[in-house]
């Protein structure tokens, strides 16, 4: 194609890479912080990425646990907040990511954000082993917002936030031939699975970037892990931790 504006972007993923990491999927624990997919993400001004957590949920009708995974690459650095301390204000005299200074010819393909800016996005995946319906799994994967707003995102004009919830809670209930039976919560039973969401994603959040590392990028571009000992320093004062 000539005549249009120059690509911009690296597009370094290629369908081999697709389905090498379909053919490696497996159980265990989810490594987080700078690896695949959240390699090159961006939280809040430092280094975001892949984060997890999950919480049990337990009542009269069962006991069911809620897992999320978060891929986080939004926020800026003034709004992001931990158990509602402004740590972000905080965190103002930490160096911001150096961009190298690169002549115009050979300018990276895409450039840091500035750290103070919104911008940005977030996946958020959210499994269950409840049995929900679908419009159950569509009212908890919004709650994933609740968690987001707690760590400071706002959800800015370039988002493109994705959030998906599955239950698995009903095994071996399709059919092509026979007819078969669903279950499904009572709906007034939700609010335990929406507090579980919000929770989980901001501690999947936070997780992602406790796990994030310094790291340089295509042609110089740089940024820094979140310090997690001036971190420590500023929620012992507010008496969060000990």
Known sequence: MTGGPPNTDGQCVHPTHVMQALDQAQGGPVMEGSVGGGTGLICHGFKGGTGTSS???????????????????????????????PIGKALREVPLPVIHDIPSSTRPLARAPAPDRETGSIIVIIATDAPLNA???????????????????????????????????????????????????????????????????????????????????????????LPKKEVQEFLREHVLIK
Not at 60 to 79: C, S
Not at 170 to 186: C, D, E, R, W, Y
Not at 193 to 202: I, L, S
């Open 55 to 85: 919480r049990r949920v337990t009542g009269p009708l069962g006991d069911f646990m809620v897992g999320v995974l978060v891929q986080a690459n939004y926020g800026g650095r003034e709004e992001m907040s931990i158990g509602g301390v």
């Open 135 to 225: 419009i159950q799994c569509q009212r908890t994967a919004r709650r994933a917002s609740v968690g987001i707003s707690r760590v400071g995102g706002k959800g800015g004009n370039s988002s493109g936030d994705i959030f998906l919830a599955f239950a698995v809670g009903n095994p071996g209930a399709f059919s092509l031939k026979q007819i078969t039976t669903v279950k499904q919560l009572p709906n007034e039973d939700m609010n335990r699975f929406f507090t579980a969401v919000g929770e989980a994603t901001e501690e999947a959040i936070l997780n992602a970037l406790v796990a994030g590392r310094d790291m340089t990028g295509i042609q110089g571009n740089s940024v820094r892990r």
